[in-house]
């Protein structure tokens, strides 16, 4: 299964500067958090998944089944604030906005046997 790191903080994992690599993977530069980078289990990026225009990814988190998976996160604006709790699906880099308000944080979802979504705080 893949490794999900932001891409931040993935330089601290290694020699490299995986910033630099995630930029090269995607063959583009992009700010911070623009892009969450998804690693294989030797640190080899294998996909990168560009958050829409105006917003950043912030407090993602890898939710998994062991046979599907999806990343839980917040988008940021601009202006710092977490607008948004988006469901990213990483099979098909689409986007679901599950929750909006003023300001929502790191987010936690879970999944039953049924593979219903449990809810988040």
């Given at each position: 299964m893949p490794l999900l790191y932001k891409m931040e903080v993935s330089a601290l994992l290694s020699s490299i500067s995986v910033g630099n690599t995630g930029r090269k993977f995607?063959?583009?530069s992009y700010a911070v958090h623009e892009r969450i980078l998804i690693l294989d289990s030797t640190g080899t990026p294998i996909q990168s998944i560009k958050s829409p225009a105006s917003y950043t990814f912030d407090h993602t988190e890898w939710i998994?089944?062991?046979?599907?998976?999806?990343?839980?996160?917040?988008?940021?604006?601009?202006?710092?604030?977490?607008?948004?709790?988006?469901?990213?699906?990483?099979?098909?880099?689409?986007i679901i906005e599950l929750a909006e308000g003023d300001?929502?944080?790191?987010?936690?979802?879970?999944?039953?046997?049924?593979?219903?979504?449990?809810?988040?705080?």
């Open positions: 995607a063959q583009e998994t089944n062991g046979k599907q998976s999806n990343i839980v996160a917040t988008f940021s604006n601009i202006n710092g604030a977490h607008p948004k709790i988006v469901l990213v699906n990483p099979s098909d880099s689409s300001e929502l944080w790191h987010p936690t979802l879970g999944r039953t046997q049924r593979n219903q979504i449990q809810g988040f705080n």
